[in-house]
């Protein structure tokens, strides 16, 4: 078996450094457009999707499981339909897309972390980053842990991540079509967004 494992924002491969070793089988782990010390440009949603799935046929992907978290797991719902690639997927606090009326409240959001991004800095953005209260339950982590997920926000650029979030923030994402595979969706206990 194959496995295909999408990092959510602001990570990279090394996030499923834990799970990787556990996968009985290949694993790929790609480093998300916009993310890493040398980005490249990001392209459209549809453009990234279509990007990743000829990246991963060109790997000899084929009935892989696909995991993937947060924006991973976004980026996992496109890439569902493309059924020659993947037999199965387990989704990791992934949302399935907005209803219009959403999307404008969202690219609000997102353009405050964009400006933040822009005008101060990455190291700015990351302790306001960090500060979500999404991100709440994570404080009581070892603090070896909590250094190595800093690490790992502080490793890409910002320019790189404004980026990313212009073109594959959640207001971007389309609204998936029903998978045709299995599908599994996992989500924290103390996520109350993503458990309703």
Not at 4 to 23: E, I, S, Y
Not at 45 to 55: C, K, P, Q
Not at 67 to 73: A, H, I, N, P, T
Not at 139 to 168: C, K, W
């Amino acid at each position: 078996m194959t496995y295909v494992l999408l990092h959510g924002f602001t990570g990279d491969p090394r996030v499923f450094a834990a799970l990787a070793p556990r996968l009985d089988g290949r694993v790929i782990a790609p480093l998300l457009p916009g993310h890493g010390p040398r980005p490249a440009c990001v392209g459209t949603w549809d453009e990234e999707v279509v990007r990743l799935a000829a990246w991963l046929r060109s790997e000899g992907v084929r009935d892989a499981h696909l995991v993937g978290y947060s924006l991973g797991g976004r980026l996992a719902w496109s890439l569902l339909d493309r059924d020659d690639l993947f037999c199965r997927a387990t989704l990791i606090g992934a949302h399935p897309g907005l209803d219009e009326p959403e999307r404008a409240s969202r690219r609000e959001a997102d353009r405050r972390f964009i400006d933040r991004l822009d005008r101060e800095g990455l190291e700015a953005f990351v302790d306001a980053w960090e500060a979500l209260a999404i991100f709440a339950s994570q404080r009581s982590l070892p603090i070896d842990v909590i250094a190595a997920q800093r690490a790992i926000r502080r490793s890409h650029t910002a320019a790189g991540l404004a980026n990313a979030l212009r073109s594959l923030g959640l207001a971007e994402m389309p609204r998936p079509n029903e998978p045709r595979i299995p599908v599994e969706l996992v989500v924290g206990g103390l996520d109350p967004r993503h458990v309703a």
